[in-house]
């Protein structure tokens, strides 16, 4: 029975065999994460220069833009390069690091999600606490508690996934290192049901949170609703419709990658489902909080003109 350590790396799953469609793969990959590293960092040189952004909502959307640029350089690269050199594989070390940096940037940004909820609940149904609830102090305490609890929720993980004995090969059906396709390679009865035990209390934790999100809008759309004016309808919900686009997608491509029915599964769709929760979200969240947010929007335009003209 060999164990994890001494296998000295995995094989991914290909893009395709032909040439042309991995330099393919290799372009539109190049071209999203292009696009997903331009639209964070200026969402990133939007709220950090323009102090009208300065705001619980414009740190907490300067965190996400964070952990949605570490989502797309875990992943990316790697496909980018095996796509390019046309290879499969990966080394071990490399593996463990790709699942610790995934799991904790994805952990990490449910956990901004859920308090960015909060923040629309308190900014919308507790107007007259909101400086109170949301103080500078309180947004750093749950920004440092979403980072915190990514990580150790990543480290749990990733230690128990690679402590793991694997004795069924080394291909993963799977263009980048994921807990669920690594334990399919385990040889361990009772390493494999500790780490589906920590999955199973994870999702608990973790429908929670959905829980909450969902009693929470309940309450927005009720406040909202009983607000006389259609102009600050609009204006509550132009806030709001953001954050609840990019949970809905988030939250949708995450659980029918890990709960479709098997029915149904195969090594392509199951390609173009991780790609929709690992590599299409971080490169749209940008897109859906900018169409809707005109301070946002004005911040960019101020900042792009202002670059234009030093230039002339």
């Known amino acids: ?13 290909a893009f395709a ?43 907490f959307l300067l965190n996400l833009s964070l952990t949605d640029l570490g989502c797309i350089c875990t992943t990316v690269p790697k496909a980018m390069h095996n796509s390019l050199w046309d290879t499969r594989t990966i080394s071990y070390h490399g593996c463990a690091a790709q699942v610790f940096l995934l799991v904790f940037f994805l952990g990490t940004e449910f956990s901004l999600l859920t308090i960015m909820c909060y923040d629309r609940y308190v900014a919308i149904c507790k107007p007259l606490h909101y400086r109170t609830l949301l103080g500078s102090r309180a947004c750093a305490h749950m920004a440092a508690a979403a980072w915190a609890t990514g990580f150790l929720y990543s480290l749990l993980h990733t230690a128990n996934t690679f402590s793991l004995p694997l004795c069924q090969g080394n291909a993963l059906g799977q263009f980048f290192c994921e807990i669920p396709h690594i334990l399919k390679l385990s040889c361990s009865h009772s390493g494999y049901l500790r780490e589906i035990g920590l999955i199973v209390v994870s999702a608990c934790l973790m429908f929670g949170c959905f829980i909450f999100i969902v009693f929470s809008y309940v309450q927005i759309f009720r406040a909202v609703l009983r607000i006389p004016s259609q102009q600050g309808r609009h204006k509550a ?35 173009v489902v991780s790609v929709l929760y690992s590599v299409v979200p971080p490169a749209l969240n940008p897109l859906i909080y900018s169409l809707r947010n005109q301070e946002l929007k004005d911040a960019i335009r101020k900042m792009m003109t202002g670059c234009f003209f030093k230039k002339q």
Do not use: Y
């Open 17 to 59: 065999d032909r040439r042309e469609l991995q330099l393919l793969h290799f372009w539109l990959f190049l071209a999203i994460s292009l696009a997903a590293l331009l639209a964070n960092g200026l969402i990133l040189s939007a709220v950090a220069c323009d102090h009208h952004l300065h705001t619980p909502m414009g740190f």
């Open 1 to 13: 029975m060999p164990n994890s350590s001494s296998m000295p790396q995995f094989l991914l799953l």
């Open 237 to 271: 919900f132009s806030t709001c419709l953001p954050h609840l686009a990019v949970v809905s997608l988030f939250i949708s491509t995450a659980t029918f990658a890990h709960l479709k029915p098997l029915s149904i599964s195969s090594p392509s769709l199951d390609l």
